[in-house]
Antibody, heavy 120, light 107 residues
Framework: QVQLVESGGGVIQPGGSLRLSCTASGYTFTTYGLHWVRQAPGKGLEWVAV????????CYGDSVRGRFTISRDDYKNTLYLQMNSLRVEDTAVYYC?????????????WGQGTLVTVSS | SSELTQDPAVSVALGQTVRITCQGD??????ASWYQQRPGQAPVLVIYDKNYRPSGIPDRFSASSSGNTAYLTITGAQAEDEADYYCHSRDTSDKGVFGGGTKLTVL
């Protein structure tokens, strides 16, 4: 069965860096795009970034562009999100999600999420 | 940047039909997908592309669209449908965008 497992969350001071991981299993990793989505406490979902199935394209939300970097290691079946210059407003549960679509985006499997808390 | 607008809250009587609306310019180019999120849980895909349901999603969930508006309809709402619902779309810059979410109450 398809599983996505996030890790790497924790408490970090403003201005710090953190790398999230999402390990996938149960499907052919290289045939699906992957996204990061976050949810601040008590708030709605916010799209963060996408990396296409072959890694050829990466796109970022306006609030994270220039600070976050999405990448994938197809040998380790793992998706990453490198987060630099963290701000208090980056505090959220971060989900990775699989995207089977070739045109519109949609997310058929999600991880359980990892909590990132940015606080001094 | 693109935006998707949803009504913050909607209520429906048990067994009745409810329609949740999502509005935004990106919907003129790309289909919306819809997600159900119960408290403390990860979102679950309920509708994607024109009107497709993943395996395991009841057929009381359906979708339609017109112009810049997408609709999620629940026909015969059940108590377990009480949740937050989010629409999502790709935009013309290849970014993704979520609606603000609609809290559905089943009375």
């Amino acid at each position: 069965q398809v599983q996505l497992v996030e890790s790497g969350g924790g408490v970090i001071q403003p201005g710090g860096s953190l790398r999230l991981s999402c390990t996938a299993s149960g499907y052919t990793f290289t045939t699906y795009g992957l996204h990061w989505v976050r949810q601040a406490p008590g708030k709605g979902l916010e799209w963060v970034a996408v990396i296409w199935f072959d890694g050829s394209k990466k796109c970022y939300g306006d609030s994270v562009r220039g600070r976050f970097t999405i990448s994938r290691d197809d040998y380790k079946n793992t998706l990453y999100l490198q987060m630099n210059s963290l701000r208090v407003e980056d505090t959220a549960v971060y989900y990775c999600a699989r995207d089977p679509s070739s045109t519109s985006y949609h997310f058929d499997y999600w991880g359980q999420g990892t909590l990132v808390t940015v606080s001094s | 940047s693109s935006e998707l607008t949803q009504d913050p809250a909607v209520s429906v009587a048990l067994g009745q039909t409810v329609r949740i609306t999502c509005q935004g310019d990106s919907l003129r180019s790309y289909y919306a997908s819809w997600y159900q999120q119960r408290p403390g849980q990860a979102p679950v895909l309920v509708i994607y592309d024109k009107n497709y349901r993943p395996s395991g999603i009841p057929d009381r969930f359906s979708a339609s669209s017109s112009g810049n508006t997408a609709y999620l309809t629940i026909t015969g709402a059940q108590a377990e449908d009480e949740a937050d619902y989010y629409c999502h779309s790709r935009d013309t810059s290849d970014k993704g965008v979520f609606g603000g979410g609609t809290k559905l109450t089943v009375l």
